[in-house]
């Protein structure tokens, strides 16, 4: 009777490790990833909407990729961050704002994956919208906490206004 329980156990404690070791296979994610990923995505349109390339930069991996479009990649914190630069002096309160909608986050083997909508809104222009598109995300976890490794940005067309004059008819 002994034995058979022993054996009971041991059976159970290796489908428990098997259990386990497949979960972690797949990935998952505590309550508390999620939250760190969702603020990760927020710090990264604060960063460049600010103009703080340090900042902007240090949402990456040291050897992080954005890529924009099919035709440009940028590699490393440096090429990186100089992207934020490029929209002027730091500001305290930005005009221009990266809005990110529908973030989703899957777990994945190596951290996460990520994707979000973005719409660009440039509060001195009339429409205000003037751009959006999609980002899609590979995400690890660092010893400095969740940071973007592989990054891709999808823009999608706005379409011009219509004339006034069409507008009236």
Do not use: C
């Not at 490790?17 to 994610?29: D, E, F, I, P, Y």
């Not at 730091?90 to 221009?96: E, G, L, S, Y």
């Amino acid at each position: 009777m002994r034995r058979a329980a022993i054996r009971v156990l041991a059976g159970a404690f290796l489908l428990g490790v098997a259990t386990m070791a497949q979960a972690q296979s797949r990935g998952t994610l505590s309550p508390a990833d999620y939250t760190e990923i969702q603020m990760l995505y927020a710090k990264y349109n604060y960063a460049y909407d600010s103009s703080n390339p340090e900042m902007y930069a240090s949402v990456f991996v040291p050897d992080g990729t954005f890529k924009i479009g099919a035709d440009r990649t940028l590699k490393g914190r440096a090429e990186i961050g100089a992207l934020a630069k490029g929209s002027g002096a730091q500001k305290v309160r930005p005009k221009i704002f990266h809005i990110s909608t529908n973030v989703l986050i899957e777990p994945s083997p190596d951290g996460a994956k990520g994707s979000s909508y973005v719409t660009l809104l440039d509060l001195q222009k009339n429409p205000a919208v003037t751009g959006g598109g999609t980002y899609e995300d590979i995400i690890v976890k660092t010893k400095d906490g969740w940071r973007f490794k592989e990054r891709a940005y999808y823009a999608e067309a706005i379409p011009a206004a219509a004339p006034a004059a069409a507008q009236k008819k």
